[in-house]
């Protein structure tokens, strides 16, 4: 047979790769703990619809599709929110509030694949829903930045770009735009940081032929400071908006984080349903796509199926521009895997106790191995140190006539040896007081 | 929009039933640790013709087939082996033996879904590849058998079923079947335990028109110890196999789990590519199907893509049969998630502090949470004790002033309460001397 490749776009995680996932997941595992969120996690593949109903029919290109012997249409899930929405709305009534939820399912996009963007990911979700205060979204935006901080990157490294959606929206309504034009400018405005200003002109151009409009959101989007909206937002949505905004930047402060986090009107969000803060976290440098986004969305819950509204704020982040960025700054930081004994015997008679005490040992609750070949105790000691052993264990012909073990401490820089009787061997390594 | 369902045969993971899946996952996952296997993962989907190469036209019915937007046709995981084989061929020179590996991959299978057996399911693999000894053989039942008896199931819960696929083809070829039979006798004696002695018959009779082959197979399957075959390996292959399996019951019994183990020549594992020792574990009531299935596999790896012959033992067991038994068992034991602290405010105006000493307590790594509302310290209370939080920390109108916080031990059952100032508060947590 003719060797058959992994599919484009997929990654294969051997062992070393595999310890730097762990690693993260491990990683966003313990901030969402520490932050009390809870963990939750849905089927691979939802039916289609779930996903078309929230981002369209455009959506389906971009999905891993599939049908089932009854012939129903399905895709594997492309993100998480419409299966966390699923899942909520249907036990809406059971669940205590707020639900503080976080999951890190891996998920399939059928794009093309390019740096930092694959066709297969793990995406880090955290979501608060059914509380509507701004403490929601400091929580949501602080316990990023808590994993972030604890892998070891600083304020020099990355920067929380926040803004508002509400606010974005009493200013456009306050310059003059109509409601029904707000989405067309969200869309447009979400591509301000990709495009040079020119091309963004041109777009700007084409969807605001009044010239005065496209004035005024030309000055809009060049704000770069809370300070200079205070003079705008004189409506009382706008003035409400900016309050909003400005407490988040308060709790932010009083939280500790607030050297992460800057005011950015350009953050907009191209998707429809965000409806208050949102924000989106960069490396400093911006050579790469964003680490993490997220905001607050009140009514995407009701419009996914829900019998009720219910207001929500949540985040997601890749590890795939995550991994990037930490292995471009040299802060992955997997532990080598250690084994706890390595068993040696020093002739192939002694095999059978070789193998009783290392099955013994294992019982325990140690981590313990042992050479499938009757080889020199030299090689035995080779394999113990490829494997990365703690300590060798090393059966004798002679000690093991005394019923005696020796103990090799194979980590300190001088070798330690010590010779017990198995019985105290056990005890010994029962009291923790091996040397 | 109305509501839409998730697939059937999938399962939705909401905060209790994460719990309990993570429990087994780790379960697994430090059982494949203790016995020195490293894990590795590969992508949820594989061209179609990784499986079909493996198992034939027909498994194309049971997977769950894609295509992607280039027209190269894909299908979800329905096992791990194939994906197993691809990983090790791909570097099978870079690799040093023998290779110990697991991994705990989410699979897919378009089957209808019924009592056990679900469309979607995690399976725990490990596989040791590169050593021929039976040595390995015996390592991989036994860190099954480690798990198992881990998680406190007994030898009066759970069998081991061992046979020998050589041993069987050197029986069969012994009583005069011909070598181009023997696929079709592994097949016909897997479905032995699956039906009525009648139905089986009758099967028989269809597979071996000739009487004297049939009754020699009739005789062979009602076989119940390695005993009662020693008179009849008289050839050398059957004399050799059985010294093989005679040997892995010799170190199984070193390793102190022979009493969950037992010969069942009835085990033959449907699928071709077994070369030697096989096994099954069930539960003793055998009231569900196969917990865990296993075997040796020495041609599987050249047979799927590889550019030389590599020996390799491995097992899977899945979640759902095992989740069955252990519920069964009243043996699932998950912690619930328990906060540190619970930082409460006696008056509306203390709560930047509440804010601040919660992520100060997050940034030494505590678990911490406080309420989103300003209710009264009685409704905190309550949220404190709902997220079962260890310690409540409260601050007082007139202990803020002294710069002093009450802790609560809300775990012992009289309330025990200690006033400390800020200072000490820390200190003492650092040292860790909280009551």
């Not at 029904?180 to 091309?199: E, F, G, I, M």
Request: charged share 20%.
């Amino acid at each position: 047979m003719a060797k058959i490749p992994p599919v484009k776009g997929t990654r294969d995680f051997y062992p070393n790769e595999m310890a730097v996932r762990n690693w993260i997941t491990d990683g966003w595992r313990n901030a969402s703990l520490r932050n009390a969120f809870v963990e939750y996690d849905g089927p691979i593949f939802e039916h289609l619809k779930l996903f078309t109903e929230k981002s369209g029919q455009e959506i389906a290109s971009e999905l891993f599709s599939l049908t089932d012997r009854g012939g129903r249409d399905l895709a594997i899930r492309p993100e998480m929110t419409p299966t966390l929405a699923r899942m909520v709305n249907q036990k809406i009534n059971a669940l205590p509030r707020p639900i503080k939820w976080f999951s890190m399912p891996r998920c399939c996009r059928a794009e093309r694949p390019q740096k930092g963007r694959l066709r297969e990911f793990f995406q880090w979700n955290i979501d608060i829903i059914g509380d509507d205060s701004v403490l929601a979204d400091a929580e949501v935006i602080y316990t990023a930045i808590d994993y972030l901080r604890n892998v070891g990157l600083t304020p020099d490294d990355i920067a929380v770009r926040i803004s508002s959606r509400s606010l974005l929206a009493a200013l456009l309504l306050d310059q003059g735009f109509a409601p029904d034009q707000l989405q067309t400018l969200y869309a447009l405005l979400d591509k301000r940081p990709k495009v040079s200003q020119a091309v963004f002109a041109e777009m700007a151009a084409e969807k605001i032929p009044d010239a005065t409009l496209r004035d005024n959101l030309m000055n809009l989007q060049a704000i770069n400071s809370l300070d200079q909206i205070s003079p705008l937002a004189q409506s009382k949505p706008a003035h409400d908006a900016l309050a909003q905004l400005q407490q988040l930047f308060t709790y932010l402060d009083l939280m500790s984080v607030a050297d992460f986090c800057l005011f950015d009107i350009t953050i907009v969000r191209g998707l429809a349903y965000y409806t208050g803060p949102v924000f989106e976290i960069f490396d400093r440098n911006a050579s790469l796509r964003a680490i993490a986004a997220g905001g607050r969305y009140d009514n995407l819950l009701a419009g996914l199926g829900g019998s009720q509204p219910v207001t929500g704020t949540g985040m997601g982040m890749g590890d795939v521009v995550l991994g990037l960025l930490l292995q471009g700054k040299k802060l992955i930081n997997t532990l080598t895997q250690q084994l706890d004994f390595f068993v040696i015997d020093a002739d192939p008679d002694l095999f059978q106790k070789t193998l009783q005490i290392t099955a013994q040992l294992r019982q325990k609750g140690f981590t313990a191995a042992f050479s499938y070949k009757r080889t020199a105790v030299g090689k035995q000691f080779k394999q113990a140190n490829a494997a990365n052993a703690r300590y060798a264990l090393v059966l004798g012909q002679e000690t093991t006539q005394r019923n005696e073990i020796t103990l090799k401490k194979l980590t300190s820089p001088k070798t330690q040896q010590t010779t017990f009787t198995l019985d105290n061997f056990w005890t010994t390594l029962a009291a923790n007081q091996l040397p």
